[in-house]
């Protein structure tokens, strides 16, 4: 397992007990992937929490890292298409939306592009807008407003029949900003799996059903049977990405955690054997 603890994203917090409640899923069964121009549309079917109402069609997106080229924008107009077919009730963003400062200008049309397609649009920060020290909160805050998103920093939310809590990245301070209500579909989003570790404490993530993380981006590179060469996480390869369950001590099963490759890339511009990928998720109630 690889540690890139010279990396910017490296973070001193490790918490290796609590990473191994978190088992990777292998049930194919739950897991619908299909192509949708140059980008890989993955459906999640996932069992509803017991009597408790569940919201429609949700549709994940993380660390686009666009750029104002030719390319990103026919990668747009694929993330358009698939959305427009996806219909989404609830559109959510996991951060690292632009590559560069220079692309700051690209980011409102980026946005407004995409929440056109929900009715509800929510978005965390990532590493990259955490880091940003010259641009506020409420820049942020601002700017994806008037753009049709709700942005959550350390933040919660009641829409409609579900609840939705996001957090700050690592580089900043994360935190809950308290207990999901009970008896409600409750969905935690945070830019990487490394900040849900950490906030995994003393039964904290017991009453949340779902959680979307990125960052990691799939390692871009991933060998057959071997999987990625490395991970940018204290945890190198454990959390890479694809559906997760966490299991308490006593056995019982707890949220399922989605991770995402994402759409972007990081550190080197291409991908082998690494779709770029948007997460869709279905409460499938048989």
């Not at 490790?14 to 299909?34: F, G, N």
């Not at 009730?89 to 996991?94: A, K, Q, R």
């Not at 906030?199 to 049977?225: E, F, M, N, T, W």
């Amino acid at each position: 397992m690889i540690v890139w603890k010279n990396s910017p994203d490296f973070h001193p917090v490790s918490y290796p007990e609590r990473v191994k409640c978190w088992k990777k899923c292998s049930a194919a069964a739950l897991i619908e992937s299909r192509r949708c121009g140059g980008i890989t549309v993955t459906t999640c079917h996932l069992p509803p929490p017991e009597t408790i109402p569940v919201p429609g069609k949700i549709v994940f997106l993380a660390d686009f890292h666009f750029q104002d080229t030719p390319i990103w924008r026919r990668r747009l107009s694929d993330v358009e298409s698939a959305l427009a077919e996806l219909r989404p009730e609830l559109l959510l963003l996991g951060g690292d939306a632009v590559a560069d400062a220079v692309d700051l200008p690209a980011l409102s049309e980026l946005l407004r592009s995409l929440s056109r397609h929900a009715s509800n649009a929510f978005a965390v920060p990532g590493n990259w807008e955490q880091t940003k020290y010259w641009l506020s909160r409420d820049f942020w805050r601002d700017l994806y407003r008037d753009c049709g998103f709700t942005w959550l920093d350390n933040r919660m939310i009641r829409c409609g029949s579900c609840c939705i809590t996001g957090v700050e990245d690592l580089r900043g301070e994360p935190r809950l900003p308290g207990p999901p209500p009970p008896k409600t579909c409750n969905i935690l989003l945070s830019h990487r799996p490394d900040t849900v570790v950490q906030l995994d404490q003393k039964d904290a993530l017991k009453d949340y059903s779902l959680i979307l993380c990125g960052h990691l981006h799939g390692g871009q590179v991933r060998l057959p049977i071997l999987g990625p060469l490395a991970g940018h996480s204290l945890y190198g390869r454990k959390l890479d990405s694809g559906l997760y369950r966490r299991r308490s001590s006593d056995g019982q099963s707890g949220p399922c955690m989605i991770i995402t490759s994402g759409l972007g890339e990081l550190s080197f511009p291409f991908r082998f054997n690494c779709p770029r990928e948007i997460v869709a998720v279905d409460h499938d109630r048989t």
